[in-house]
């Protein structure tokens, strides 16, 4: 019985199989939730589609990981899960009404299916889920996120845009780790973003950010962000990392993905020697290159570090003109021309390198197959998420 019976397991792991379509039990837990806890329905953006989508595939996967008897990793996720879900405003009576519509919801499926074994299995499962997430958010006592001021928003090229903030506080994160950020223009939409800084004591932070086509957030950052602007920041995650005694270092960047693996090379300057890290710093045309001349000057007093540029186009548009000139002086960078996974492989497979790729989810898979068909390894390959 409960959370020893495969069988019952099973059977409710199918019933929230995210392959199943939209309609099911989770969209009937949000509607029964809402329902009754209009305070909850706040808290999430007004289109649901991707949160029941990420809701399932969290549940299906914690399922699957308690019928293969496995404990650790979900315990571990749903955790920091909830952590991470103190910047929402969940409070411990969301939890309690949560816990209501999901067994509700899951009853509802079931109907005369519910019988005693999917039952107490199910109540069960909603508990550990529960009670973990509620557990760990109620040991933590910080805050759970960093209020920061615009002070700086630089237009660098058409799409990509620098943004300097001053924390109310300093927020702590790993150098090539990125954040959960909200901003102004779109509340409740949290998004991802690597500060292109290491962690500063002073609460000082950048950001690099790309207008992606269509995009809703990112968009309104380029677009909209002003000076005095408040933005919230939360949940440091990911693993890019150098590691100094492990050799020579990769380094791919795909326009803004260039943002974390800068905040590693500002960080390995504080050492007089370290691996040799090359970076291939890529864009569509030469003006996206955005911060080539930042780059140049610590390659010129950083031995270890060198900088190929790469761009699919070899001249400018014309709206280049509108934005700051980004060629740095001649002959220490000769740029290539050409896509990034294309260009980094011509050198050969870097298989003895530790490999660092940061960019859209397109150019890391692309980039990390054209690595690998060269003969890299796929786990000498870094990047985030894990999984693209
Ligand atoms: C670990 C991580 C770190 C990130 N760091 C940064 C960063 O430092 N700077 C930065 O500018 N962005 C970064 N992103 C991407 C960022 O989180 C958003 O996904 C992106 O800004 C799009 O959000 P949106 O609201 O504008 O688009 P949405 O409205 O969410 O999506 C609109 C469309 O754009 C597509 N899309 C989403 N993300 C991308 C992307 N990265 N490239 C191409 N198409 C995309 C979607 O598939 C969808 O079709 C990071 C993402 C991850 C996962
Ligand atoms: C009181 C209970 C809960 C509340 C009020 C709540 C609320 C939220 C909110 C507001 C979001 C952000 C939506 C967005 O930005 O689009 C979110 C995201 C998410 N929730 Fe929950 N949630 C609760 C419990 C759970 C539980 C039990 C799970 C378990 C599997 C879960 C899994 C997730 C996941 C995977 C995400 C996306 C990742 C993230 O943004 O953190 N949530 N939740």
Known sequence: MGLDDRGALTTLRAAVDPSAGPD???????????????????????????????????????????????AQEPVAFLAQLGRDHRKYGVTAAHYDTMQRALLGALR????????????????????????????AADAESGSPYEDGTVVDHIRATRDVS?????????????????????????????RFLSPSIPSDGDGAIEFHVRSVAGGMVSTAIVGETRVGDRWRLSSPHGGLHVDRNAGDVLMVAGSSGLAPL?????????FAENPRVHLFFGGRYPCDLYDLNTLWQVAAYNPWLSVTPVSEFTTNPPWAADYPLVDPPRGLHVRQTGL????????????????????????????????????????QIQHDPPAP
């Open 24 to 70: 099911g039990v989770i969209r009937d837990f949000y509607t029964r939730w809402f329902a009754t806890d209009a305070s909850a329905r706040d808290l999430f953006p007004p289109d649901m589609n991707q949160q029941r989508a990420v809701f399932s595939r969290a549940l299906h996967w914690v399922l699957g990981e308690i019928v293969d008897q496995r």
């Open 108 to 135: 509802g499926h079931f109907a005369d299916r519910w019988d005693g074994a999917v039952a107490s299995t199910a109540v069960d499962v909603v508990e550990l889920v529960i009670g973990v997430m509620r557990g």
């Open 162 to 190: 620098i943004i300097r903030l001053q924390l109310d506080r300093p927020l702590f994160y790993h150098p090539g780790q990125y954040v959960t950020v909200q901003v102004p223009q779109w509340p409740r939409r949290w």
């Open 262 to 270: 800068r905040s590693i090379i500002m960080d390995l300057q504080r």
């Open 340 to 379: 990034l996974p294309e260009v980094v492989t011509r050198y050969g497979s870097w298989s003895d390198r530790q490999i660092l790729v940061s960019g859209g989810p397109e150019m890391i898979a692309a980039t990390k197959a054209a690595l690998v068909a060269k003969g890299a390894r796929p786990d």
